[in-house]
């Protein structure tokens, strides 16, 4: 992994983009090979960690947009009211 997706940055602490990046290289490593069981197993540990924190990523920018969307509706619903006395 380059410095940029150092793999011992908790995985906490890293991004979406990194998070992702960082999960493509672990497969391509695995998928490879080559590697012994404990840095296998070790990497597929990491891979899993990566993987829950992209989808905790993506729920939450779902919820984000969701909120959005109920505020803009609700937002013209008010609107729509103003205009009907």
Known sequence: MSD???STTPVDALGYEQSRDQLVEVVRLLEQGGLDLD???KLWERGEA???????HLA???ARIEAALAASQNDSESDSEKYVD
Not at 50 to 56: F, G, K, N, S, T
Request: proline share 0%.
């Open 50 to 56: 990566l993987a829950r924190r992209c989808e905790e």
């Open 60 to 62: 939450g920018a779902q």
């Open 4 to 6: 940029s997706q150092d």
């Open 39 to 41: 840095a296998s197993l």
